[in-house]
Nanobody
Framework: QEQLVQSGGGSVQTGGSLSLSCEDPRRTFSGSTMRWFRQAPGKELEFVGSITWDDATTSYADSVKGRFTLSRGDGNARNTWYLRMNALKPEDTAVYYC?????WGQGTQVTVTS
């Protein structure tokens, strides 16, 4: 059964940093682009960024470009993807989701306080 397990997140003050991870524990995926989304309270789901399977290409929403970085683990950690978030703003507060093909992670809360 395909599954994505997220971890990380939490609460931080404006300007702080947080990292999220998304793991494919059963290593069932291959060749798919990892996408990250977020949903703030009362708002629609928003695309955050994506990274291709070979790590060659990343894409970011304008709202996070230059502050967020997508990556993937090496070696035995190739089944884990990371979203590094720097210079966080209150408007980054949301539940963050990773997605491979049609499978979603369970979501992780990120709260940025002013």
């Amino acid at each position: 059964q395909e599954q994505l397990v997220q971890s990380g997140g939490g609460s931080v003050q404006t300007g702080g940093s947080l990292s999220l991870s998304c793991e494919d524990p059963r290593r069932t995926f291959s060749g798919s682009t990892m996408r990250w989304f977020r949903q703030a309270p009362g708002k629609e789901l928003e695309f955050v960024g994506s990274i291709t399977w070979d790590d060659a290409t990343t894409s970011y929403a304008d709202s996070v470009k230059g502050r967020f970085t997508l990556s993937r683990g090496d070696g035995n950690a190739r089944n884990t993807w990371y979203l590094r978030m720097n210079a966080l703003k209150p408007e980054d507060t949301a539940v963050y989701y990773c997605k491979l093909r049609t499978i979603w992670g369970q979501g992780t809360q990120v709260t940025v306080t002013s």
